[in-house]
């Protein structure tokens, strides 16, 4: 086993797409979450609706620019779907309805057959030709040895991590902000803060929308890497992942959900290179040397 | 002096008061088959201190509830400042002018001393989402916010500790900040929910003088106390609630108050 190349991968998939895809996911739900307090178990949702919504419209013949609008105002939409009926109540309830409504739209989308909207469990693939288009990068290798990147794996990395300097930028303006002061309040105790006049109920629905809606980038960003949107991308699981990088990174804090994103990702791949070789260098008795299926394959 | 104007008011249950900024009538509320609150005319004189006082279970903190929109009456009304603010909201109730405090004391407790004050100040631009990442849209208004803030917790005693979190303070100190906090909110009348429970004497004496100079500023104070020493040394009129219903209420120095 090369345990260079175990890291180099590792460290490849910490800094490439996904890596930033899951640092969105996490900004989104660290507002939610770090800031608001909000127990939102169905964060998931959000990147299924930010990536269909761009999906399903350039799939029925919309411009890609469309696509990614259409994402956005999904997420807005499944925000308040979420939150108009279950903000005035106690926390759990977020934490139920939005565990079983991310499942149920889940189960909307998968019960489709090949030519319906969504594609059913088929899914929708070759939906973000105009955005590989739009590459600047010239064809060829960026990068060292097993550190490299192809022309298309870079592209679709520069706009992620730009969307997340963009998104911690944005955050950090918000909630060094009042209204970010109101947002903590709520999260100390919304009774305090409501005693002292604040609509607790429209900031947390403005801070579920927010987080919503930068948690639908993350979707479409995972969607047009893969040039593939499919259902079952999109298990409750995903939230789960979203909440141990949040966590690993530091709940409430600026640049946690980044952090918990790499280094997430780094020991995620680490430990599976790192196993695969052990296996077949025969060093854990017992076990197959067949290749295991990645947690990440579809 | 606001106190001698309670003279104008008769000691009867459901007395006419002159100038009443907090008119009940009606109210009450029910959990299952227990009338928890049962007040049939109640009226709050305008910057006057009003003591709050009677049995556990007697209904004064189901009564702060109902009139700070907490929780909904059954049936009833109350009146506000001469609007009708039964059924609002409860921020759209501290919004009017009306500032509640809780019997078991609601600092922030992640947050720090001077972000509780500033928290509390009315009509920040910077509350609103599309302002909020443009500080400079906000940014003169905070300045304002933070002196105001800082001015009030050195007149409680509190500025030494701005920067510490809330809940590195002691109980007593919690409550002074609870009170400045709801100055910071720009009341007209200050609902005070047992605000001398748990807290030593030596800093008793301090919280009733900050209660006095509410009232001194023309501020309406009603308050529920147990300690009958606070009661009889701060306020000029006191109602006795019992079994959710006011049974009586008087001047302080007329007390015992005379008898239904």
């Known amino acids: ?298 | 002096m606001p106190a001698d104007a309670v003279f104008a008011a008769e000691a009867v249950t459901g007395s006419r008061k002159p100038d009443a900024i907090l008119v009940v009538n009606g109210m009450h509320r029910s959990f299952g088959g227990l009338a928890a609150v049962d007040v049939g005319h109640l009226e709050v004189q305008r910057g006057v201190i009003t003591a709050l006082i009677g049995p556990n279970g007697a209904g004064k903190t189901t009564l702060f509830n109902l009139l700070t929109g907490f929780d909904r009456p059954d049936g009833g009304s109350s009146t506000f400042d001469g609007r009708p603010v039964t059924g609002l909201p409860p921020h759209r109730i501290a919004r009017a002018g009306m500032i509640r405090t809780f019997q078991l004391t609601k600092a922030l407790a992640k947050m720090s001393v001077l972000d509780n004050m500033m928290l509390a100040a009315p009509h920040q631009r910077g509350e609103r989402i599309v302002y909020a990442p443009l500080r400079s849209a906000w940014r003169h208004q905070e300045r304002d916010v933070e002196e105001r803030a800082g001015s009030l917790l050195e007149k409680f005693g509190l500025a030494d500790l701005r920067d510490d979190y809330a809940a590195t303070l002691s109980g007593g100190q919690r409550k002074l900040l609870e009170m400045a906090r709801v100055l910071m909110a720009e009341p007209k009348m200050v609902l005070l929910d047992e605000p001398m429970a748990g807290v030593n004497p030596a800093l008793v004496e301090s919280l009733l003088h900050h209660v006095r100079e509410l009232r001194d500023e023309g501020l309406t104070v009603l308050f529920v106390e147990h300690d009958m020493d606070v009661v009889m040394g701060i306020s000029d009129w006191v109602v006795c609630m019992g079994e959710g219903r006011v049974i009586s209420e008087g001047r302080r120095r007329s007390w015992p108050p005379t008898k239904r």
């Open chain 1, 1 to 298: 086993m090369d345990i260079v190349i175990v890291v180099a991968d590792a460290v490849r998939a910490s800094v490439g797409p996904l890596g930033a895809a899951y640092a969105l996911t996490a900004i989104g739900l660290n507002l939610h979450y770090g800031y608001t307090g909000l127990l939102n178990f169905g964060h998931v949702a959000f990147l299924m609706v930010g990536a269909y919504g761009t999906a399903v419209t350039v799939d029925q013949g919309g411009p890609f620019w469309l696509g990614i609008l259409v994402g956005v105002i999904a997420a807005i939409l499944l925000g308040l779907l979420f939150g108009l009926p279950t903000l005035r109540l106690r926390v759990d309830y977020l934490a139920i309805v939005t565990i079983a409504g991310g499942e149920v739209l889940r189960t909307v989308i998968r019960s489709g057959d090949k030519d319906s909207l969504t594609g059913g469990v088929f899914g929708i693939t070759q939906f973000a030709t105009t955005f590989f288009g739009a590459n600047p990068f010239p064809e060829g290798e960026y990068g060292w040895g097993r550190l490299a990147f192809t022309e298309r794996q870079l592209w679709v990395a520069v706009v992620a991590w730009s969307l997340v300097a963009l998104a911690t930028i944005l955050l950090v303006l918000l909630v060094r902000s009042p209204w970010g002061r109101v947002l903590r309040s709520i999260r100390e105790d919304e009774d305090a803060a409501r005693s002292l006049g604040k609509n607790v109920f429209a900031y947390k629905l403005q801070s579920l929308v927010t987080g919503g809606v930068i948690a639908a980038f993350a979707g479409m960003i995972i969607a047009i890497e893969r040039q593939s949107v499919h259902p079952d991308t999109y298990l409750p699981a995903g939230t789960f992942l979203a909440y141990a990088v949040l966590i690993l990174g530091g709940t409430a804090s600026r640049l946690g959900p980044v952090l918990g994103a790499v280094v997430y990702w780094f020991l995620f791949e680490f430990t599976d290179g790192f196993l695969r070789g052990a296996i077949s260098a025969g060093w854990i008795p017992g076990a197959s040397s067949r290749r295991p299926t990645s947690a990440r394959s579809e």
